[in-house]
C-alpha cells in the first residue's frame, strides 16, 4: 500500500465571514501528481495557503507523515519539506540566477550538489546564472521560483497556477519539467494549474472542487479531456 504524505481532514475555512473551504478531505500519496481542479473561486489557492500555514483553518486537520501540523507556523511546515510556489512566483530581480539560488539555500550543507541538481532539470538558468533574475523572459522567472524551492530538496511541492501568464509553448515546456521533477527528484507535488488539459496529462489523480468542496475524485485524470465538451459538463456539477 502506497504511504499517504499528505492529507486534508474535513478543512473549513474562510476570509473573513466569507466562507471559502467547506469540509475539503484529500489525500496524496508519496510520489504522485495530484491536480486540484474547478472554476475561479472555487477555492483551490485557498485550501493550497492553508495546507502551508499562511491561512489557519476554522475546522479540521492537515496531516503531513503522520503528524498534525494543522497549526505550525510556515517556516515549521518548510522545515519538514513543504515547499510552495505562490501564484506568480517569486525572485530576487536585482540578483543573479545564481546568487537567487545560493540564497535559497544558505543554511544547507552540500550547496554545489543542490544547485547542480536543479540545473539537471532546468538547464537554461544554468546558460544565465549570472544573468540578473530582473533581465529573465517570464517563463525563466517562474523556472527559477520553482527552482528556489525545489533546491531545499522538499518531499512535496504546492504549485499554485505555476503556468499563469506564459505563452503556450512555454506552458508545454513548464509542465513537463514538472513532470521531470516528479520523476527524477521523485518529489510528490500537488497542482493547481488553469490549463486543465495539460494538468491532467501529467497527473495520477484529481480532485474537482466547486463551491468549496470536493465533489469529485477522478483516478484517471486523462479521461476528463477525452470527454466531449468538458468545461462545459464540469462547469453545471
Not at 35 to 63: D, H, R, W
Not at 141 to 163: A, G, H, V
Request: proline content about 3%; charged content about 25%.
Amino acid at each position: 500500500m502506497e504511504e499517504i504524505i499528505l492529507k486534508t481532514e474535513n478543512i473549513y475555512a474562510s476570509y473573513g465571514k466569507k466562507e471559502i473551504l467547506r469540509g475539503v478531505s484529500i489525500e496524496i500519496k508519496n510520489g504522485e501528481i495530484v491536480s486540484l481542479i474547478g472554476p475561479n473561486g472555487a477555492g483551490k489557492s485557498t485550501l493550497l495557503k492553508v495546507i502551508i500555514g499562511f491561512l489557519n483553518p476554522k475546522n479540521g486537520k492537515i496531516i503531513f507523515k503522520n503528524q498534525d501540523i494543522t497549526f505550525f507556523p510556515v517556516y515549521k511546515r518548510a522545515n519538514l519539506g513543504i515547499g510552495y510556489l505562490k501564484q506568480g512566483g517569486s525572485v530576487f530581480t536585482n540578483l543573479s540566477v545564481l546568487e537567487n539560488l545560493k540564497l535559497s539555500i544558505s543554511n544547507l550543507k552540500d550547496k554545489e550538489e543542490n544547485i547542480q541538481k536543479v540545473y539537471s532539470i532546468f538547464g537554461e538558468l544554468k546558460e544565465k546564472e549570472n544573468i540578473r533574475a530582473g533581465f529573465l523572459s517570464g517563463g525563466l522567472k517562474q523556472m527559477l521560483s520553482i527552482s528556489m524551492i525545489l533546491i531545499r530538496n522538499p518531499e512535496i511541492i504546492l504549485l499554485d497556477e505555476p503556468s499563469a501568464g506564459l505563452s503556450p509553448s512555454m506552458v508545454k515546456i513548464l509542465i513537463e519539467r514538472i513532470k521531470e521533477i516528479n520523476q527524477k527528484m521523485k518529489t510528490t507535488i500537488l497542482l493547481v494549474e488553469q490549463n486543465i488539459r495539460q494538468a491532467v496529462l501529467i497527473s495520477n489523480r484529481a480532485y474537482l472542487l466547486k463551491n468549496g468542496e470536493i465533489i469529485k475524485e477522478e483516478k484517471n485524470p486523462i479521461s476528463l479531456i477525452e470527454k466531449e465538451n468538458f468545461e462545459k459538463i464540469f462547469f453545471k456539477m
